[in-house]
């Protein structure tokens, strides 16, 4: 919650062009104001957290209340972040997932066909492995997959495995796509593969989602494993407002 309270400085300093509202954070009223702005302009987020890697500069609340500096790694957007479908597309959705989930496979269908059938779809990929350390590893070698430029068919041959996934069957399926195991296991422990977990973690506590599947389309969370019909739907609102 101290994140959440420090990160809210930031954006409602965005958002209204404040300067100093440390004094006032320990208001509940407008704590809670602030979370219903993230949870309902998501986009915020991304904005401030731009905002934080321009200034190289983040704050923490400490135990009395104050803002202070410290590294900014916490909120640190992963600019590396995997896209499906079109990377210049005008319409961005964010999804969140694990491997293990049987439901992200059930909507991994879902948004490839959403994405066949509408060429101006990006979809963002935030690996979140919340379903145990095999997650965790498949997670961290699609990650590592994409600096071979294999993330999307990696990502592929795993939502489509049958059974629950393990070290043995992501290496196995790593293999089968070409993949150079021993840079693999290299990068997977990367900085970068690091932050971007880390960064899904605290950007779920931020909108407020606690289960996989969950996506954000526009200004809207949405979680469960939507079908088609209403992807559709929701895209259609986006477009509206562009």
């Given at each position: ?22 004094d006032e954070v320990s208001d509940l009223s407008l704590e809670q104001k602030v979370l219903n702005i993230i949870r309902n302009n998501p986009e915020i987020v991304l904005e401030a ?111 489509n495995n049958r059974g629950r996934i393990n070290e043995k069957s992501v290496m196995e399926t790593a293999k089968k796509i070409g993949i150079n195991i021993e840079k693999l296991k ?57």
């Amino acid at each position: 919650m101290k994140h959440l309270l420090a990160l809210s400085i930031i954006l409602l300093n965005i958002l209204f062009g404040l300067t100093s509202l440390a004094d006032e954070v320990s208001d509940l009223s407008l704590e809670q104001k602030v979370l219903n702005i993230i949870r309902n302009n998501p986009e915020i987020v991304l904005e401030a957290i731009k905002l934080l890697q321009d200034n190289e500069v983040s704050v923490e609340i400490n135990d009395k209340g104050e803002t202070q500096k410290s590294s900014n790694q916490i909120f640190k957007d992963d600019p590396h972040a995997p896209v499906l479908g079109n990377p210049d597309g005008s319409v961005t959705i964010i999804e969140f997932f694990d491997y293990n989930c049987g439901y992200c496979r059930k909507a991994f269908k879902t948004i490839m066909d959403l994405i066949k059938e509408n060429k101006n779809i990006r979809v963002v990929m935030r690996e979140w492995p919340i379903l145990g350390e095999a997650s965790v590893f498949a997670a961290k070698a699609s990650l590592a997959a994409d600096n071979q430029g294999k993330y999307e068919e990696f990502h592929k041959e795993l939502m489509n495995n049958r059974g629950r996934i393990n070290e043995k069957s992501v290496m196995e399926t790593a293999k089968k796509i070409g993949i150079n195991i021993e840079k693999l296991k290299e990068d997977m422990n990367s900085q970068l593969v690091l932050n971007h977990l880390q960064g899904s973690n605290n950007l779920s506590k931020i909108l407020g989602i606690n289960g996989t599947p969950a996506f954000v389309f526009g200004d809207q969370v949405v979680p469960g494993a939507i079908d088609l019909k209403s992807m559709r739907t929701l895209v259609k609102k986006i477009e509206k407002l562009q």
